[in-house]
């Protein structure tokens, strides 16, 4: 019989429904011992997908413990590996896709709350939102008709979210497996209503990629991917609005510097002692790759143009196999 410290979870999932004297007596064992286990916390998943009926404070506990468990008990302390990514990924898709909305924010809060994850784990919580855009179904699409090929107002902050929570508290750029994502939900909407958030957004996380290929010394994230204000003010939102806005956004060369190579040499060492730390990799956005990845099918998506308008604006000096792309698409 599955219990935790005396609590009977066979009989919450016999009834069907989590009550808040659940969630207390759960509370009590869980944090009066001062830890959970691996099983613990797996049989607590279990029991959240078991109960359809729940009192409004248990997402709040079930996002509480399971982060605690991942990034403060599981060794690395304040990480999260690949092998305890790979242990979460598991149990909160064992389909292979997170069917509920309090998963999606343990994905988040977890990468949030860690000193830094590895990149499967972000690239597996932009991927919720990527298949809600691309499919119309999922835990962000609830209620919804099934409609695609349009990305909503909160999947865009969710988005910047997920970009804010991995880049943690230091100067990090966007990754290419983040870009990837990103470019992928791009495509997907090219021929939708246009949507000045994701372009705002996109435009931003693109521009930090190139930056950073260039050689430039990135600002935070937060910095670098903030909403303006120009989209809850702004009434027109037509396609020549939007690039309007864009090419009103703050200058680059206000963010971005070269950086020095003794600042190279110190970010290379920094990324090798995470990726030691955190079993993984950590993908870099090259400039070949962005060279080909933009307008990859042949043509610009709108955010692409966006994206090309803004940096054949702000002429930064960036990698040559850039300038060179930017000068003849802008023509």
């Known amino acids: 019989m599955a219990s935790i410290k005396g609590v009977s979870l066979d009989e919450i999932i016999a009834r069907g429904s989590i009550g808040e004297g659940d969630v207390l007596r759960l509370r009590s064992?869980?944090?009066?011992a001062g830890s959970i286990t691996a099983d613990e916390a797996e049989d607590l998943l279990r029991l959240d997908a078991h109960c359809a009926t729940q009192v409004r404070s248990w997402p709040d506990f079930l996002l509480e413990v399971i982060t605690d468990y991942i990034v403060a008990q599981a060794e690395p302390e304040?990480?999260?590996?690949?092998?305890?990514?790979?242990?979460?990924?598991a149990r909160l898709a064992p389909n292979g896709r997170v069917e509920s909305r309090i998963g999606v924010e343990i994905l988040v809060n977890v990468i949030d709350r860690a000193r830094w994850s590895p990149e499967r784990l972000v690239r597996f919580a932009l991927a919720q939102v990527r298949d809600a855009?691309?499919?119309?179904?999922?835990?962000?699409?609830?209620?919804?008709?099934?409609?695609?090929?349009?990305?909503?107002?909160?999947?865009?902050?969710l988005l910047r979210r997920i970009?804010?929570?991995?880049?943690?508290?230091?100067?990090?750029?966007?990754?290419?497996?983040?870009?990837?994502?990103?470019?992928?939900?791009?495509?997907?909407i090219a021929d939708g209503e246009p949507n000045p958030a994701w372009t705002d957004l996109f435009v931003k996380a693109i521009a930090n990629v190139v930056m950073a290929a260039s050689s430039y010394a990135v600002?935070?994230?937060e910095e670098a991917l903030r909403r303006e204000a120009w989209l809850d003010e702004e009434s027109?939102?037509?396609?020549?609005?939007?690039?309007?806005g864009v090419l009103e956004l703050p200058s680059l060369l206000n963010s971005y510097r070269l950086r020095t190579r003794e600042e190279a040499a110190l970010d290379r060492l920094?990324?090798?002692?995470?990726?030691?730390?955190?079993?993984e990799q950590i993908t870099e956005g090259e400039a070949q790759w962005l060279a080909e990845r933009i307008g990859h099918d042949g043509r610009l998506t709108p955010g692409e143009v966006a994206l090309i308008a803004y940096l054949e604006k702000?002429?930064?000096?960036?990698?040559?196999?850039?300038?060179a792309l930017v000068s003849r698409l802008a023509a």
């Open 163 to 188: 970009l804010y929570a991995f880049g943690g508290d230091g100067n990090v750029a966007v990754t290419r497996a983040e870009a990837e994502a990103l470019f992928d939900i791009n495509d997907a």
């Open 314 to 323: 702000e002429s930064p000096a960036i990698h040559p196999e850039l300038r």
């Open 219 to 221: 600002p935070t994230r």
């Open 78 to 89: 304040g990480y999260v590996n690949s092998d305890n990514a790979d242990w979460l990924i």
């Open 236 to 244: 027109d939102m037509s396609p020549l609005a939007i690039l309007k």
């Open 270 to 279: 920094e990324r090798q002692r995470i990726e030691l730390v955190v079993n």
């Open 133 to 157: 855009v691309i499919t119309g179904t999922g835990p962000l699409r609830a209620g919804s008709n099934g409609a695609t090929g349009f990305v909503t107002e909160g999947e865009v902050e």
């Open 29 to 32: 064992a869980c944090y009066g």
